[in-house]
């Protein structure tokens, strides 16, 4: 039997979340709602609005100030161990993590790991 370490978890969110999940149509968008609305929302500064621009003029991320960069950037900024995401073409991409150390590196940020929720699951357990 293989023991499991168990994670501590101090689960964030950032407004943009209610954004995309009220923009999407699926049917669990109300539970999905209701997972996040008495989460801690993480501040938004001018370092972070800085760090946006980085990533767009460096094409680290696409060129919506709003979207991913944004989330990216938030993490980093308030050092989040995780960003947890679906999204396997902008953030959770392995071939984008070196591009996205280094910048981080140059604007002095922290590095969150970017992951899928099914990454974090453990074998037993399913969303």
Not at 91 to 112: D, M, S
Request: hydrophobic share 40%; glycine share 6%.
């Amino acid at each position: 039997m293989v023991g499991r370490k168990s994670l501590q978890v101090r689960t964030l969110h950032q407004r943009g979340c209610f954004r995309r999940i009220g923009d999407r149509s699926f049917p669990i968008k109300d539970d999905a709602l209701s997972l996040i609305k008495d989460l801690p929302l993480l501040e938004i500064n001018e370092a972070i609005a800085d760090a946006v621009a980085t990533y767009i003029s460096h094409q680290v991320m696409p060129s919506d100030p709003t979207g991913d960069a944004l989330h990216l950037a938030i993490a980093s900024f308030h050092k989040c161990d995780f960003l947890l995401t679906w999204n396997c073409r902008h953030l959770a991409n392995a071939n984008k993590f070196g591009h996205i150390r280094r910048i981080n590196t140059l604007l002095g940020f922290f590095v969150p790991t970017m992951a899928t929720p099914l990454e974090l699951l453990g074998e037993s357990e399913s969303p």
